[in-house]
């Protein structure tokens, strides 16, 4: 897909079929989440699960349900980018490296024709949680990981339609003319 096509036909989706993403696109949108800048060169301290283990993702919602009382925090999406850093991470470039990670990994997944949306809320809920929930307990990854932010994926019933651009953010233009 053209660059400036995904920009504009990017949105955060919320409604996913239960089809799921092949293992190619899941490579690829892996691939996408690699392939960011990482401040201080910083990339041994950060890692990426993709997880389709529907016992895992039943888990998520369960525990969310229970603790937020806002349900599925993935929207029933069949595929979770999970990010994570290390305890070593520099802690004021976590979230900044993390963020670059999930938008190039959502982008990627527009640009293949998937649905995709970039998930805080639950990150926030769970880590308060004795070693950051079941569903992350349930992961066995390697100690000392912890989830930082989350990419939700998957097809979806929505059509990707260009989006008419909406000035939302201020912006200045400093040049030095008068
Ligand atoms: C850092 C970050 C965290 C987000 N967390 C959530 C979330 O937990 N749940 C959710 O439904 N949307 C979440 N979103 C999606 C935003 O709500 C969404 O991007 C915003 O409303 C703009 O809509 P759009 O993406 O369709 O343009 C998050 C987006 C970002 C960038």
Excluded: W
């Excluded at 009382?69 to 993935?74: A, F, K, L, Q």
């Excluded at 950051?132 to 990854?141: D, E, R, S, T």
């Amino acid at each position: 897909m053209e660059f400036d096509h995904v920009l504009s036909v990017r949105c955060s989706v919320r409604r996913y079929t239960e089809e799921p993403v092949s293992e190619e696109d899941i490579q690829k949108i892996v691939k996408a989440g690699e392939e960011v800048p990482v401040g201080h060169f910083d990339f041994k301290n950060y890692a990426i699960a993709a997880i389709t283990d529907k016992k895992v993702l039943r888990l998520l919602a369960e525990e969310n349900q229970a603790l937020s009382g806002r349900g599925d925090p993935i929207y029933g999406a069949p595929l979770l980018l999970l990010i994570m850093n290390t305890p070593e991470a520099r802690e004021d470039s976590i979230k900044l490296n993390a963020g670059i990670m999930a938008e190039n990994m959502h982008l990627k997944a527009v640009d293949l024709g998937l649905g995709s949306i970039c998930i805080y809320s639950f990150i926030r809920t769970l880590n308060r949680e004795e070693g950051y929930g079941k569903y992350f307990q349930a992961l066995h990854l390697p100690e000392g990981l912890k989830p930082a932010m989350a990419v939700a994926v998957g097809h979806t019933p929505m059509v990707q339609r260009e989006r008419r651009f909406v000035a939302r953010i201020p912006t200045f233009r400093i040049d030095g003319k008068e």
